[in-house]
C-alpha cells in the first residue's frame, strides 16, 4: 500500500496572504449591522438600546464560541484551514438572515451566530500564522490583526458607497465572507505545527494564570477596553456632528469618516508588528497604549471645554484609530511565545475570549451613560483602560518571562 503523500508546503509569505485575505473578507460581517444601524434604526423602529444591542450580540456570540473552542482546544487539535473555512461560511450564512427581516429577536440570534462563526476564523488564524515564523512573527500576526481591522471596516465603506440601502451592506459582506472563507483552504498547517495535543479544557485556565501570561492578558484587558466601543459607536458619534455642523449627507460623511478611522488601524498593525519585534513587544505595546489613551483623553478635553470643527475631530480621530489597533496583535504574540507550545491556540483563543466579553460591557454602556456623561465624558472613561494595561506592560518587562518574548528586547 503506498502510503500517503506529505502535505503541501506553502512559503510563509504565500499563507500570510492567503490567510490575511481570508481574514479580511471573512471577518467583515462583524461590523455590518453596526454599519448600517442608523438605516437599521428608522427601517426597524428601533430605539438606541435596540440597536447596540445587535452589535453587542455578536460579541457574546463570538464569546461563547471562543469559550467552547478553547474548551474543547479546537485551536490546536483540529486543522485551522478547516475552522476557518467552516466559520467563515456559517458567518455568512448567519449574516445573511438579516435580509429574510427576521424581527428584532431573530436578528439578536442571527448575529449571536455570526459571532459564534466568527470565533472559528480569528484565533486559528492567528495560531495557524505562528507555526509559519519564528523571526518576524510579530509582523505577520500584526498583517492578520491589520487583515482583521480592514475586513471591520469594509461594512462601513460599503455603506458609503452603497447609499442608505442596508440590505447591500449585509449582501455583500455575507459574499465577501464566504469567498474569505474558501481562500483558507489551500494553506496547511505551517511547519513549526505541533501535533494535536491531548484533550484538556482546563488547560486555558492554567496557562492564563500563569504570571507572564497573566500581565499579557491585563495589558490585552485595557486594550480591549476602548477598542470596541470606540469602533462601535464613532459612527454615531461623528454622524452626530456633521448634523449639528449641518453638512449635508451626514450619515454617507459619518460611515466613510468610520471607514478611516478603523482602517487606518490596518496600517498601525503593520507598524506596531515592525516595532514589536524591531523594540520589543512589551515596550511597543506599552507605547501604543500611551499614546491611544493619550488621543482618547484629547479628544474628551476637546469636547468638554471647546467645540471642535468636525475636521479636526476627525484628524485627531485618525491618530487614536492609529494607535488603538497596533498594539493588538503583539498581545497574542506575546502568548504564542510564552504560553505551552502544544497549547497556543487553546491560550490565544482564551485571552480573545476574556477580552471580547470585557468590549460587551463596555458597548453596553454606551447608551446609558450617554445621556449622563457625553461623549466628552465617554471618550475620557475609555482612556482609563489603555492607561491601565500600559502600567501592566511595564509589570511584564520586570518578570523571568521577558526573557523568553522575542523581538527586541522584549
Known sequence: ?????????????????????????????????????????????????QGSWLTLAVQLGFVLGAVLSAALNLADRAQPRALIAAGALLA?????????????WGALLARAGVGAALALVYPPALRAMSTYFVRGRGLALGVMVGALTLGSASPHLVNGLGGADWRVVVGVTSA?????GLLAL???????????????????????????????????LGHMWELYAMWTWFSLFFGGMLSGADQPDALRGAALATFGVVGVGALGCVVGGLLGDRWGRTRLTELSMWLSGGAALLLAG????GAPSPGVVLALSLFWGFWIIADSAQFSTIVSEIAPGPYVGTAMTAQLALGFTLTAVTIALVPLLLPRLGWGGLFALWALGPLLGALAMRALRGTPDAARIAGGRG
Open 1 to 49: 500500500m503506498t502510503p500517503p503523500a506529505p502535505a503541501a508546503r506553502l512559503s510563509p509569505t504565500a499563507a500570510l496572504i492567503l490567510l490575511a485575505l481570508s481574514v479580511v473578507l471573512g471577518m467583515s460581517p462583524w461590523f455590518s449591522a453596526a454599519a448600517a444601524l442608523p438605516q437599521l434604526r428608522e427601517g426597524w423602529g428601533l430605539n438606541a438600546f
Open 92 to 104: 455568512a450564512g448567519a449574516n445573511a438572515a438579516l435580509l429574510l427581516h427576521p424581527g428584532l
Open 176 to 180: 465577501l465572507a464566504a469567498l474569505g
Open 186 to 220: 489551500p494553506v496547511p498547517p505551517g511547519p513549526l505545527a505541533t501535533k494535536a495535543p491531548p484533550f484538556r479544557p482546563a488547560q486555558a485556565w492554567r496557562v492564563l494564570t500563569a504570571r507572564g501570561p497573566a500581565l499579557a492578558t491585563l495589558g490585552y
Open 302 to 305: 476637546l469636547l468638554l471645554w
